[in-house]
């Protein structure tokens, strides 16, 4: 119990401070250090896999180029028709970007610095996406994206007028009022979303290893390691649907938005 005790299952989940950066009083966190390397990677690996395009892919080229032609074709076309090509690379962009800060999550990244480097460094790595601030930013950035293109295709009178469906005058105040939350509940919602399955799938993974090690039988250790590789799997699982989930959603919102007769 003092082991289980002396550690919490919280712990490789919650945000860190690394260091304070030079000359500010603003901390900079494990999960902004993973938000950095997401992007870096993404910089890195998709102009790579884009470069190396051929008739026939293969490898990593396969791997973008399906995710890229399933988004654009069974995601994004049928909700913004003639639109699609308009928004698809902010819809890529965001799908990947969740993906890389999930998947990075998975990675015990001080661990290995600690193998290659003999420095111990705790809280090196962290699920970004498990952080409220974080998925709330791409939540924000995805509100402002739902309503500047709609206002963008129909103007600012437009947007307003088709804001709300076509109902009798003495309900329009009320409808206007339910419509505004509605539109605030919808971002608020896709954060919560993606920011409690990240987390809840990461606490539940560090108690089974908290288990691990305080079972004294090596056949409820071995059970519990067999449990936390299952459940390893399903966040990677997760880590893919999630980011489907957010960028789904969101074209969703802009179709709506750019299509009021919908």
């Not at 290995?112 to 705790?122: D, Q």
């Not at 998925?135 to 309503?147: N, P, Q």
């Not at 009798?168 to 409808?175: A, F, G, I």
């Not at 920011?195 to 908290?210: E, K």
Request: charged share 10%; net charge neutral; with cysteine.
């Amino acid at each position: 119990m003092y082991i289980l005790a002396s550690k919490s299952p919280l712990d490789h989940v919650v945000q860190h401070s690394l260091f304070i950066i030079p000359g500010t009083t603003v901390e900079f966190s494990n999960h902004m250090l993973m938000v950095l390397v997401a992007a870096i990677l993404m910089l890195v690996i998709l102009p790579l896999a884009a470069r190396r395009w051929s008739m026939v892919p293969c490898g990593l080229s396969n791997f973008f180029e399906a995710i890229c032609v399933f988004i654009r074709e069974e995601v994004a076309r049928p909700v913004l028709g003639d639109n699609t090509d308009r928004f698809i690379k902010f819809l890529w962009t965001t799908f990947f970007f969740i993906l890389f800060c999930n998947l990075l999550g998975m990675i015990p990244t001080d661990g290995i610095f600690y193998l290659i480097s003999g420095c111990r460094l705790e809280h090196l790595g962290g699920a970004a996406t498990a952080n409220i601030w974080v998925t709330g930013a791409l939540a924000v950035i995805a509100f402002m994206m739902i309503h500047i293109s709609g206002i963008r295709r129909q103007g600012a009178w437009g947007y307003i007028r088709n804001f709300i469906p076509h109902v009798p005058w003495p309900l329009m105040p009320v409808m206007y009022v339910l419509e505004i939350i509605g539109s605030l509940v919808k971002p608020f919602a896709l954060a919560i979303r993606l920011f409690a399955n990240m987390l809840a799938g990461h606490t539940v993974l560090g108690a089974l290893l908290g288990l691990a090690f305080m079972a004294r039988s090596y056949t409820i250790g071995g059970v519990t390691i067999l449990g936390c590789v299952a459940i390893s799997l399903l966040e990677l699982f997760v880590a893919f649907l999630q980011a489907y989930i957010f960028t789904y959603l969101t074209t969703m919102f802009i179709g709506a938005a750019v299509h009021p007769e919908h």
